[in-house]
């Protein structure tokens, strides 16, 4: 069964600190991945998306995709209690383009 | 910056019934989604549609389940005869072109009693 799979945490940092969240998937052909956040009772919200090898920066965000180990990951510099949410890993599983799986999340909490 | 919205934000409904949910998706693109939540578990894709059909539907998506572009602007999704499982937030999506980032609306949260 195709899956993404997410350390559903809880993960705690304190303020300032980088925030690592990781996931991983079964379909070797997928081709597009995505860093959703979403807030308590609120829709997803798109941090990122990566489609190639390596990192992708935006800002204190960073993606970083490995597709031979079939891992995506986003790291958060300087870490704000703002940045508090869960963060969903979303993948093309498919490679069809025509849905996206979710894995269940990683709560994250940002420690004044 | 382009949002897309539905409507109601909140419905109660008896189980057995008939409920419609809205969705205006961003007005360029071309690739349609609904998704759901229910409480506590994972975003589930439910159907995508693209040029007036389903392009792909998911186990979820039985016989009471149906969507629809009545028009140019509205994307809806029917439940025929609502059961107290189908309880859950229901999102809508676009995106502008195939394997574009897909943009979530507010969601519709779905109480069938």
């Known amino acids: 069964q195709k899956e993404v799979e997410q350390n559903s945490g809880p993960l705690s940092v304190p303020e300032g600190a980088i925030a690592s969240l990781n996931c991983t998937y079964s379909?070797?052909?997928?081709?597009?991945f995505f860093w959703y956040r979403q807030y308590s009772g609120k829709s997803p919200e798109l941090i990122m998306f990566i489609y190639s090898n390596g990192d992708k920066e935006d800002g204190r965000f960073t993606a970083q995709l490995n597709k031979a180990s079939q891992y995506v990951s986003l790291l958060i510099r300087d870490s704000q209690p703002s940045d508090s949410a869960t963060y969903l890993c979303?993948?093309?599983?498919?490679?069809?383009?025509?849905?996206?799986?979710f894995g269940s999340g990683t709560q994250l909490t940002v420690l004044p | 910056e382009p949002e897309v919205t539905q409507t109601p934000s909140h419905q109660v409904t008896q189980m057995g019934q008939e409920v419609i949910l809205r969705c205006v998706p961003i007005s360029n693109h071309l690739y349609f989604y609904w998704y759901r939540q229910i409480l506590g578990q994972k975003v589930e894709f439910l159907v995508s549609f693209y040029n007036n059909e389903i392009s792909e539907k998911s186990e979820i998506f039985d016989d009471q389940f149906s969507v629809e572009r009545p028009d140019g602007s509205n994307f809806t999704l029917k439940i025929r005869s609502t059961k107290l499982e189908d309880s859950a937030m229901y999102f809508c999506?676009?995106?502008?072109?195939?394997?574009?980032?897909?943009?979530f609306g507010p969601g519709t949260r779905l109480l069938v009693l």
């Open positions: 979303a993948v093309d599983l498919s490679g069809s383009a025509r849905q996206l799986t």
């Open positions: 999506a676009s995106s502008p072109g195939q394997g574009g980032t897909q943009y």
């Open positions: 379909d070797r052909g997928s081709q597009s």
